[in-house]
């Protein structure tokens, strides 16, 4: 069963990016530290991709502590879970989400693929492998940190979204994660999103203030330096939390908050770059 958020058909000329081999851009969305809105970033971002006429899957492969079904208010029957034990195929588990995207949820019970065995390894890669032609866009929400599963996550991606916040805690987690992708892989470009600033231009400062560390830390040991471009920089506000706590996204429940027109910017951004 295809879905119907899986069918609709793509506008002509959405999508500008596509992935290595033909089929959708894969971006992966991580965070070095948890808490930081990954979750809520990626379904909202899926929304205003589909909404510009992409064909989207988000996949949930934050395998430990997925959430992405609570976030969407879906009750899955069929997980990510069933899809790698054989018990479902691949097509049966991909659901329609609101927003107007796929989701392939990861749901409970995921403990035992937390760690990166070669069977998690194999499977996760055949996933990634078998949804790419079926799409125009895959967004990975991956799990925070530095994990083997997330590193490997990662590395399967086209490109990579970081998603930090201003808090100290976020941005060095964030410094540890995007130091470690740029030793362990071969992408220089990564894109940052600074969620929940204070005031406007604190996410451009934070992207200069990381770009320092990294060209004094990391690049020096680079043959080719690592550059971060910055997404966007989605203010702090009430109704994201409200719209969590709905369990809606905030693109359908609050349009017009000054968060979801940056979003919706994000994913033009995103699209065109
Ligand atoms: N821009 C924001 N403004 C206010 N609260 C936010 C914002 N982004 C995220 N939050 C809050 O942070 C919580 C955690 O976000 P979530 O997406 O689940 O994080 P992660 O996936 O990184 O663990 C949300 O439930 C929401 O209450
Ligand atoms: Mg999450």
Do not use: W
């Amino acid at each position: 069963m295809m879905t119907a958020a899986a069918s609709i058909p793509r506008r002509p000329g959405a999508a500008t990016t596509s992935g290595a081999s033909g089929g959708a851009c894969i971006t992966a969305i991580t965070s070095g530290k948890g808490g930081v809105g990954k979750t809520f970033v990626t379904a909202n971002l899926a929304a205003a991709l589909a909404r510009q006429g992409e064909r989207v899957l988000v996949l949930d492969a934050d395998l430990g502590l997925a959430n992405l079904d609570v976030v969407l208010n879906l009750y899955p029957k069929l997980t990510l879970h069933d899809v790698f034990t054989g018990q479902t195929k691949l097509e049966d588990a991909i659901l329609p989400a609101p927003g107007g995207f796929s989701v392939l949820l990861a749901g409970s019970g995921m403990i035992e693929y937390s760690r990166l065995t070669p069977t998690v390894r194999d499977q996760l890669h055949e996933v990634i492998q078998r949804v790419r032609p079926r799409f125009d866009r895959v967004l990975i929400d991956t799990g925070a940190g530095i994990s083997d599963v997330v590193l490997y996550t990662v590395s399967l991606a086209d490109e990579v979204l970081v998603v930090a916040t201003p808090e100290p805690t976020s941005l060095t987690d964030a410094y540890a994660t995007i130091k470690v992708l740029a030793t362990t892989q071969p992408r220089r470009l990564m894109r940052l999103l600074v969620n929940q600033v204070q005031r406007p231009g604190e996410g451009r400062a934070i992207r200069n203030q990381l770009q320092l560390v990294i060209d004094r830390y990391v690049n020096t040991g680079l043959d080719k330096p690592v550059m971060l471009e910055l997404l966007g920089e989605v203010p702090f506000d009430s109704a994201v939390r409200d719209s969590v706590i709905r369990r809606e996204l905030l693109l359908e429940g609050a349009p017009g908050t000054s968060a979801a027109l940056v979003i919706v910017a994000a994913a033009a951004k995103h699209i065109a770059g």
